[in-house]
């Protein structure tokens, strides 16, 4: 099987969600976005409504926000209110991140009532919920996923891109081994060039979160190989 450059771009968020980001960034990010055909370019929810202007006329790359970023401490009222806030500017896709914190503690029934509450605000839009694997434990990983799906969340991405460490071989495989076919799995933090890409999809990662720079990098890769595609 192959993956074009299409696909690749297909797969790909572009982000632009650091505490410096502004409108130039902002711009940047639409600029790319655009180029790349990439399926959703990211931003803080206070983007939002600049980042649907600047893709006005680009109607297959869709607007993603991120909710709760970066700490996911925030009440769950305020987290509904944002993604609602974040659906009305013009955001297709939310990004929120769980209450870590909560996770760690074993409030599995509150984690899952936070993440349902941002499900139902974003009115049908796909919801992809954050894990921060960084702070969690394998087993704690494990019941993460498992809360999601049972949410209704579309996809479970390994993290904001924030910590340290974000996506890994290990963290792809065993998120894919609790979510199967329920959800889908996206891979965020570290995924900076196209071999990484790679071995992650071939353990289940279907889309994957990258900045500016590192998305370039990757589609320069793909189209660079012979007819444009990479063997997966």
Not at 41 to 70: C, H, I, M, N, Q
Not at 149 to 161: C, I
Not at 197 to 210: D, N, Q, S, T
Request: hydrophobic share 45%; proline share 2%.
């Amino acid at each position: 099987m192959q993956l074009t450059v299409t696909d690749v771009a297909r797969m790909m968020d572009l982000s632009a969600v650091k505490t410096d980001t502004d409108l130039d960034a902002v711009q940047q990010l639409a600029d790319h976005a655009k180029r790349l055909d990439c399926v959703c370019a990211y931003v803080l929810p206070g983007y939002v409504t600049r980042l649907k202007e600047l893709l006005e006329d680009t109607p297959s790359v869709l607007v993603g926000a991120a909710v709760g970023f970066p700490s996911g401490a925030h009440a769950t009222a305020i987290k509904a209110a944002e993604a609602r806030q974040c659906v009305a500017d013009g955001a297709g896709e939310l990004d929120m991140v769980i209450n870590v914190g909560m996770l760690r503690s074993g409030q599995y029934d509150f984690v899952e009532q936070d993440i349902r509450a941002v499900i139902d605000a974003a009115e049908g839009r796909l919801v992809k919920v954050i894990l921060e694997t960084h702070y969690l434990t394998d087993d704690q990983i494990r019941r993460g996923s498992e809360i999601c799906v049972r949410a209704g969340a579309d996809f479970v991405k390994t993290g904001t891109g924030w910590p340290e460490t974000g996506a890994t071989l290990h963290n792809i495989a065993l998120i894919k081994s609790v979510v199967g076919d329920d959800a889908k799995v996206k891979a965020s933090g570290g995924v900076r060039d196209l071999e990484t890409l790679v071995e992650m999809y071939r353990l289940g990662a279907r889309r994957f979160g990258v900045n500016t720079e590192s998305g370039i990098r990757i589609f320069g890769e793909c189209a660079s190989l012979p007819d444009a595609a990479v063997q997966v």
